[in-house]
């Protein structure tokens, strides 16, 4: 079975702390996704990643970052962390071949940003 | 881009009944695949269903199935015989041909009657 784990599953941060969120997969995906959800709102995009040392941003990456120095992690990063920022974060990851778009996600870290 | 929606914010069914769960599509593409995600409550988003653009033929998995109308953009997903583990978050998605990331829905909190 594809396992995708996140760091953490409760976070609690402080305004303007730097706040990582980790996310590892363990079946040689190449393609790696970090989302927010938020009620009303489903699922967005914040960036992704094709490759090792490549990303993309997505609908909303203002206010965070992103690092893949390896094919198995894809660290999210928020810089600053605001109040704004409070969320349910999911990290999916999925094959680079055409015609396997399936994503397989992990359980999510919920941040609380006071 | 393309957009997805849910009109359906919540919806309810009483146990071993049937029910539908509704979802409209946008895109320019002529090429794409649609999904249902299903996210119980505090777990894992798990794929429940596929469809490619290009096959007439609905998909079914098990007591899943779906009502795919290219013409209409709608992608509606009927569950029959309702169980109690299928009560969570529903999610319908889109893909384009060639671009892996999905867009997503709103969602449709769905809940099982005992």
């Known amino acids: 079975d594809v396992k995708v784990t996140q760091s953490s599953r409760y976070l609690v941060k402080r305004t303007g702390e730097k706040v990582f969120l980790e996310c590892v997969q363990d079946?040689?995906?190449?393609?790696m996704f970090w989302y927010r959800q938020d009620p009303g709102l489903g699922l967005r995009l914040i960036y992704f990643?094709?490759?090792?040392?490549?990303?993309e941003k997505g609908d909303i990456p203002e206010g965070y970052s992103v690092s893949r120095e390896k094919k198995e992690r894809f660290s999210l990063i928020l810089e600053s962390a605001s109040t704004n920022q409070t969320s349910m974060y999911l990290c999916?990851?999925?094959?680079?071949?055409?015609?396997?778009?399936?994503?397989?996600f992990g359980p999510g870290t919920r941040l609380t940003v006071t | 881009a393309q957009t997805v929606t849910q009109s359906q914010p919540e919806m309810s069914v009483q146990e071993a009944e049937t029910v539908t769960l509704s979802c409209t599509y946008d895109t320019s593409e002529s090429d794409y695949y649609l999904f249902w995600y299903k996210q119980p409550p505090s777990r894992q988003m798990i794929l429940v269903i596929r469809q490619e653009a290009y096959k007439q033929q609905n998909a079914t998995e098990n007591r899943f199935s779906v009502n795919f109308q290219k013409a209409a953009k709608s992608f509606s997903l009927k569950i029959s015989d309702s169980q109690l583990g299928d009560a969570a978050m529903y999610f319908c998605a889109c893909a384009n041909f060639g671009n892996e990331k999905l867009t997503f829905g709103t969602g449709t909190r769905l809940t099982i009657i005992p």
């Open positions: 990643s094709y490759d090792v040392k490549m990303k």
């Open positions: 079946m040689d995906h190449e393609n």
């Open positions: 999916a990851s999925s094959f680079g071949q055409r015609g396997l778009y399936e994503q397989y």
